[in-house]
C-alpha cells in the first residue's frame, strides 16, 4: 500500500467512523406530525432544549394542515405520532387504522382565557347574543361537522340550557373562513383562538362573549400512535411521552404561571420559549412576542388526558351520528404512558 493510498483509507476509515458515531448521537429518528400553531410550543422546546435528545431521540416536528392528514400518516406509517384535534373523523379512522390517543395536548380550562373564545358579529351583538347562552337560533360556522368547533359550541349551548337544535351550524371548511363570515356578518358567531378573537375585537371586527373552557373542560386535542409501534417497540414511547411530558413543564414555567388570575408571571424561561417558537411562527411579524403570549394554551401536567373529557366527546359524536355507535372509545385510548389527570376546579356556568 503506497502512503498515498494509506492515507486515503486512513481518512476514509476515520470519516466513516466519524458519521457512525455522528449518527448514533443523533439518535433514533421519529416523526410527529402536527398543525404549526404557538399552543405547540412544548413539542418544540423538547425538540430544541435536547429533552428529546436526551432519550436518545432524533426527533423531527412535521408540520401538516389538518388534523385528518396527520391521523391517516401515521396509519399508513410515514409518521410515527401524530399530536392534533381529536375529531369525528379521527374516531373514525382510529377505530378502523388501530390508533391510540396516548398523551394529552392543549386544553381548555376554567379561568384560562388562552383557548378558545367566543365570538359574534357586530350587528349579532348589538342584537343581544351577549353570552353564549344567547346561541339559540343564530348561525354558528364551523370548518367541518365533527370538529372540536361543532362539539365546543354544542356541548356550551348544552350546558347553559340552550336546545343544540335550535343552532343552525354552518360548515365553512377553513377556520379564516369562518372568520371572515362573522366579521362580514353572514354568520352569527364561531369560535376563535384566544390571539386571534383578541386581535379581531381590538380591531373593532368581532366581540368576545365569552371562553369555552368557562363552561366546559375539553381536552381539546391529543398525542396517538399507532397499536402496532406500541406492540412493537413499547420503550420508544416511553421515551417520546418523557421528553414531550419535559417540554411541558418548560412551557408551564414559561407562560401559565398567573395566567388564571389574569396576571401571568414571566422570567427568562418566556423569552427563551418565545425564540424557540419564533423560528417556526410568525417570523416576520414585529409583535411576535405578544402574540406568542397570547396564543398560550393550558396543557395538563406531564401530557395527562381528561379520558373523562375524551369519552364524552366520542359519546356526542355517536349521539349526533358523526361516529359509529360500535366504536369503543375505550379501547382506542392508552392511559399506561402517562399519569392520571389532577384534581380539576368544578366548572362553573356564568352564563
Same mark, same amino acid.
Given at each position: ?11 476514509? &476509515? ?19 406530525? /402536527? ?40 396509519? #399508513? ?7 392534533? #384535534?381529536? /375529531? ?12 391510540? !390517543? ?26 343581544? !347574543? ?45 377556520? #379564516? ?12 358567531? /364561531? ?32 398525542? %396517538? /400512535? ?92 355517536? &349521539? ?16 399506561? %404512558? ?14
Amino acid at each position: 500500500m503506497t502512503s498515498r493510498s494509506g492515507t486515503a483509507w486512513f481518512v476514509s &476509515a476515520a470519516t466513516a467512523v466519524l458519521i457512525a458515531a455522528t449518527a448514533a448521537d443523533a439518535g433514533e429518528k421519529i416523526v410527529i406530525g /402536527t398543525v404549526n400553531l404557538p399552543a405547540t410550543g412544548p413539542l418544540y422546546i423538547a425538540q430544541d432544549k435536547g429533552y428529546f435528545a436526551a432519550q436518545n431521540l432524533d426527533v423531527e416536528v412535521r408540520f401538516f394542515e389538518s388534523a385528518q392528514a396527520i391521523a391517516t400518516a401515521v396509519v #399508513s406509517g410515514d409518521i410515527q405520532f401524530g399530536a392534533t #384535534s381529536l /375529531t369525528a373523523g379521527f374516531w373514525s379512522l382510529a377505530d378502523k387504522g388501530g390508533l391510540k !390517543v396516548i398523551a394529552g395536548m392543549l386544553a381548555d380550562r376554567k379561568d384560562y382565557h388562552a383557548g378558545n373564545a367566543f365570538v359574534v358579529s357586530n350587528d349579532a351583538y348589538a342584537a343581544g !347574543v351577549t353570552t353564549p347562552a344567547k346561541l339559540g337560533g343564530k348561525v354558528f360556522a364551523v370548518t367541518t361537522i365533527g370538529s372540536s368547533l361543532h362539539y365546543g359550541a354544542l356541548r356550551v349551548a348544552e350546558t347553559l340550557g340552550v336546545d343544540p337544535a335550535t343552532i343552525q351550524i354552518r360548515p365553512m371548511q377553513q377556520w #379564516s373562513a369562518a372568520l371572515a363570515a362573522v366579521k362580514t356578518g353572514k354568520v352569527d358567531a /364561531t369560535q376563535a383562538a384566544a390571539a386571534t378573537a383578541r386581535g379581531m375585537e381590538a380591531a373593532g371586527e368581532v366581540k368576545i362573549i365569552g371562553w369555552q373552557g368557562d363552561y366546559i373542560p375539553f381536552q381539546i386535542a391529543a398525542i %396517538f /400512535t399507532s397499536a402496532a409501534l406500541i406492540k412493537k417497540d413499547r420503550g420508544l414511547v416511553e421515551r417520546f411521552i418523557k421528553g414531550y411530558a419535559k417540554g411541558i413543564d418548560f412551557y408551564t414555567e414559561a407562560f401559565l404561571k398567573g395566567i388564571e388570575s389574569g396576571a401571568p408571571q414571566y422570567g427568562p424561561e418566556t423569552d427563551e420559549a418565545i425564540a424557540i417558537i419564533h423560528k417556526r411562527l410568525l417570523k416576520d411579524d414585529p409583535d411576535f412576542a405578544n402574540k406568542i403570549k397570547a396564543s398560550v394554551t393550558y396543557y395538563h401536567p406531564k401530557g395527562a388526558m381528561d379520558v373523562d373529557n375524551i369519552l364524552s366527546q366520542v359519546a356526542f359524536f355517536k &349521539a349526533n351520528d358523526l361516529v359509529a355507535k360500535s366504536i369503543d372509545p375505550g379501547k382506542l385510548i392508552d392511559g399506561s %404512558f402517562v399519569p392520571p389527570l389532577p384534581q380539576q376546579p368544578s366548572q362553573r356556568n356564568p352564563g
